[in-house]
């Protein structure tokens, strides 16, 4: 298998901080919308350890989805439904957005972010979770069917990794593809989605002992497909 030289987390959903004027006009409504649609400790659960720190680099979205969703495209196809970048509608809630310059600033200062970190050979890791009630899979594995598809021996192995703890994996099931900003060099991308059953209460929303068992398993991933440090000499 082919090494990489960087590992960049893409953490676009971890947060369910809604601006002031977030233009929706029912906020309780929205808000339970808020609760079961925010990858809650995915944050926490994709962070390296201290041995990948360095090699590994996190990159985090600080306000929630329902402001700004950083994970779309600008020409995205979910922009009919009204789901584009800066949502309009979501369910039976309705947005009106008075703030849209400052608000795909926000979107674009992360993409920019995202994008400063890649070097070549790299590899993103686009980090998610989803509802129990929307498929009989833990582990979703997500790429896309072009040249940023990770080799299939990095496939199998991430796949392998959690087969072999007991969780069920699902290759592009149910979400597919992964995220892939626009760079001159080339990289590999590669979604990993964990079911919020295999890490957290969804009731409470607080994390069980599954937040740590995937978190060494994302941790042994990284290790296995990174670049091993030269020895140094004393």
């Known amino acids: 298998m082919r090494y990489v ?7 676009p959903h971890s947060s369910d901080r809604l601006l002031s004027e977030n233009g929706w006009t029912d906020q309780k409504a929205i808000a339970k919308e808020v609760r079961r649609w925010t990858d809650w400790h995915t944050d926490s659960m994709f962070q390296p350890e201290a041995d990948m720190k360095g090699k590994v680099v996190p990159v985090v979205f600080g306000v929630s989805r329902f402001c700004v969703d950083v994970e ?35 979107y674009h200062g992360f993409i920019s972010r995202l994008s400063s970190e ?28 072009d040249a940023s598809k990770p080799e299939k021996e990095m496939i199998d192995s991430v796949a392998r990794l959690f087969d072999g703890a007991g969780f069920k994996v699902g290759l592009n099931n149910p979400y597919s593809n992964s995220i892939t900003p626009k760079a001159p060099i080339d990289y590999k991308s590669l979604m990993i989605e964990v079911n919020k059953r295999c890490y957290m209460n969804e009731c409470t929303l607080a994390r069980t002992i599954g937040h740590d068992i995937i978190s060494r398993l994302v941790n042994d991933f990284y290790r296995l497909v990174s670049e091993p440090s030269l020895p140094t000499h004393g």
């Open 72 to 106: 779309r495209l600008q020409d995205d196809p979910l922009n009919a439904a009204g789901q584009g970048i800066l949502y309009e509608r979501f369910g039976d809630c309705r947005r009106v957005i008075a703030r849209r310059n400052a608000l795909m600033n926000e």
């Open 5 to 11: 030289k960087k590992i960049i987390l893409n953490i």
């Open 118 to 145: 890649l070097v070549k050979d790299s590899l993103i890791v686009d980090c998610h979770s989803f509802p129990s009630d929307l498929a009989d899979i833990d582990i979703c594995i997500g790429y896309n069917d």
